[in-house]
């Protein structure tokens, strides 16, 4: 992938959400297109990051899914940090203001225009961590909210203090689908013993029919849509307690599940 016509975009924005997790924006380029689902190359040159201090001017680039909507007028990303990643342990000093580089070739197909229509009725986003970035910008269309009936988020981190972005899934579908799918926000939290609601890992909750009690709804395989992204071996062994149930993956339109990994 060449990242030649990367260009320079400042950050105009930075939240955190956790010790190893933040999101922030960025300027959105003229031009800059994408579709909800895709992902990006981002580039960190560390003579760019102030709080670095650093003389190395090689840009290291990056796959990010985009969080933000089609329409809006910045860019935003929700990252990881990796203590000893070359990436995201410098990206970690990020400032508003400071500059970052945007390959504004959009990439990937964990897009809702691979599914054939008419479309299926039920549309199922499981994510783990930071995987939660392509269904955020997904829900942020008005076309996810009219063109489903029903719509499930399902949302798995190690502890109730990295589910991010809570507060903003509450909310999307009185911005974006005020009359349209009637949606179920599922958080899954496995590492904290207090939590109040699902604790096993998704693949578990899929094969002892938990998840599906838990939504008053069943995975069905001539209407379920289902897109998987984030730690691949969640995807993988999500993918296989999908495929027990008799769900396919989805090729060339035909078939029910889509996936995306992280790493
Ligand atoms: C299509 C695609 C989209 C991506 N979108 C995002 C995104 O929106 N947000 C994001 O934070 N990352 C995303 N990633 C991962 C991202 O590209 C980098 O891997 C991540 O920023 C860490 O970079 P690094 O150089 O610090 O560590 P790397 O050397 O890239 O990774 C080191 C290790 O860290 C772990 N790791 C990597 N990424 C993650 C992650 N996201 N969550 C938990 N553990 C991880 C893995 O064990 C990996 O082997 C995406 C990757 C792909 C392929
Ligand atoms: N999260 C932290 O506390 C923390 C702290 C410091 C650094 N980091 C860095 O971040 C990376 C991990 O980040 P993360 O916590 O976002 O990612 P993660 O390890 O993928 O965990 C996110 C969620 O995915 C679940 N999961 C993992 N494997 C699964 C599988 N096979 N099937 C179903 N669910 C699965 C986890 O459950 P389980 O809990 O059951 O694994 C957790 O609920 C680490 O490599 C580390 O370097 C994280």
């Not at 999101?23 to 003579?47: C, D, H, M, W, Y």
């Not at 070739?105 to 549309?123: C, E, S, V």
Request: charged share 25%.
């Amino acid at each position: 992938m060449s990242d030649s016509n990367a260009v320079p975009v400042a950050v105009t924005e930075i939240q955190q959400w956790a010790d190893t997790l933040f999101s922030f924006k960025i300027e959105r380029p003229n031009g800059f297109k994408f579709t909800a689902g895709q992902f990006v190359r981002l580039g960190l040159k560390p003579t760019d990051i102030t709080a670095l201090q650093s003389d190395d001017d090689e840009t290291i680039f990056r796959a990010y899914s985009v969080v933000s909507s089609p329409y809006d007028e910045f860019v935003e990303f929700f990252s990881v940090v990796i203590p000893d990643g070359a990436f995201t342990s410098k990206l970690k000093f990020l400032q508003v203001g400071d500059k970052l580089h945007l390959n504004t070739t959009p990439f990937g197909y964990l897009t809702l225009t691979r599914y054939q229509k008419p479309l299926p009725k039920d549309l199922w986003l499981l994510a783990t961590g930071t995987g939660l970035a392509p269904f955020l910008s997904i829900l942020k269309t008005l076309e996810v909210w009219q063109n489903y009936q029903q719509i499930y988020l399902v949302y798995s981190t190690r502890t109730k203090q990295e589910l991010a972005y809570v507060d903003k899934i509450n909310q999307l579908k009185s911005i974006y689908g005020e009359d349209g799918a009637d949606f179920s926000f599922v958080p899954i939290v496995t590492r904290d013993k207090d939590f109040d609601g699902l604790t096993d890992r998704l693949p578990k909750l899929i094969a002892n029919g938990e998840l599906e009690h838990f939504v008053k709804a069943k995975f069905d395989v001539n209407t379920s849509q289902i897109m998987l992204c984030g730690n691949p071996q969640m995807v993988e062994d999500t993918k296989e307690a999908l495929k027990q149930r008799g769900l396919t993956m989805n090729r060339r339109g035909e078939g029910n599940i889509a996936v995306e990994n992280y790493w």
